[in-house]
């Protein structure tokens, strides 16, 4: 008899659901037998502006020393990155995606016995690198959908040795203000982890969204996670980065993989950063996109969860499956979020004016057939 290799994994493990990405066009395309350039998809909140021109000329300027190892130390990017945020390169520890990140700090901080305290509703990624590593995720109840930092503070006990913040949060897009972040961070014991991912922050300028490198100076048991792969728009390249204490970099440095960020990623990065037009180009889109999508729901009579992310979570009060199956049958592509304990919702990203547009026409064709 063979061997069950289930059985012989950590039982956390065992225990873990696979991470469901949004359905990728092509998959759709294949299915439906239909032409993938008529398809919507609006499911992984990816930057509808297709890469930056500057982006694309220094990928194939880098093109040729595919035969080499990337800098493992990410020298150059770490550089820009320093000197665009004014703190120290040996702060920054670079990701394969934020994600890469998040899994980091979970080794090295967490193990069976121990505890990582996140929000209901919350990235679906803590509550997996949490469980992976053995240790316990303490998902506290959500307030309004969002973070009750509070109740967060008080989940808190002995083995507690993470608190992820998401703000906004994916798939809610909720969010919390400078005060309430400053009221928690000197409320939070200090040996307590504070991983605060702000993967959506630069298209929430100048609001009321806390800048997280703000207070890194006061909390040095703060960690801010960022990312390329959305207002950027480098998404399929993987490249994130953490801005921390140096000592924590340190740590995180030392479990890495030495070289999880690929030279193109890396060039990319550096490029994406010089790209200011582009930044701000992502931003309106997403304003604008944001508002278009709103004033359809509203004709549309549906209600929603205000997001400053670029995605928002649509209510259908009903079970919102059906209603996933016949957009998919009109070639647009939208996030279930059932699996994050949101049945009767639906989280779109917001797209260009166009795609925007062809989801409104097929969401309007669905609901009106009842
Ligand atoms: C999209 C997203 C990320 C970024 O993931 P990458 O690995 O950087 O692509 C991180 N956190 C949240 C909350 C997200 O929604």
Known sequence: MSCDFLAQALPGVQKLSPYVPGKPVDELARELDLDPARIVKLASNE?????????????????????????????????????????????????????????????????????????????????????????????????????????????????????????????????FGPEALAKFLQAVPEHILVVLDEAYIEYAEGNDLPDGMAYLAAHPNLLISRTFSKAYGLASLRVGYAISSVTIADVLNRVRQPFNVNSLALAAARAAMSDTDYLIQSRHANDHGMAQLEEGFRKLGLSWIPSKGNFIAVDFAQEAAPIYQALLQQGVIVRPVAGYGLPTFLRISIGTAEENTLCLEALAKVLSRG
């Open 47 to 175: 930057n509808p502006l297709g890469p930056s021109l500057k982006v694309i000329e220094a990928i194939q300027a880098e093109l040729k020393e595919l035969t080499r190892y990337p800098d493992g130390n990410g020298f150059e990017l770490k550089r820009a990155l320093a000197e665009h945020y004014g703190i120290q390169a040996s702060q920054i520890t670079l990701g394969n995606g934020s994600n890469d990140i998040l899994e980091l700090v979970a080794r090295a901080y967490l193990a069976p016995g121990l505890n990582a305290v996140f929000s209901q509703y919350a990235f679906a990624v803590y509550p997996l690198v949490t469980q992976a590593i053995g240790a316990e995720g303490r998902a506290v109840p959500a307030k309004s959908w969002g973070h009750d930092l509070d109740a967060m503070l008080g989940a808190i006990d002995q083995s507690t040795r993470i608190v992820f913040l998401a703000n906004p949060n994916n798939p809610t897009g909720t969010w």
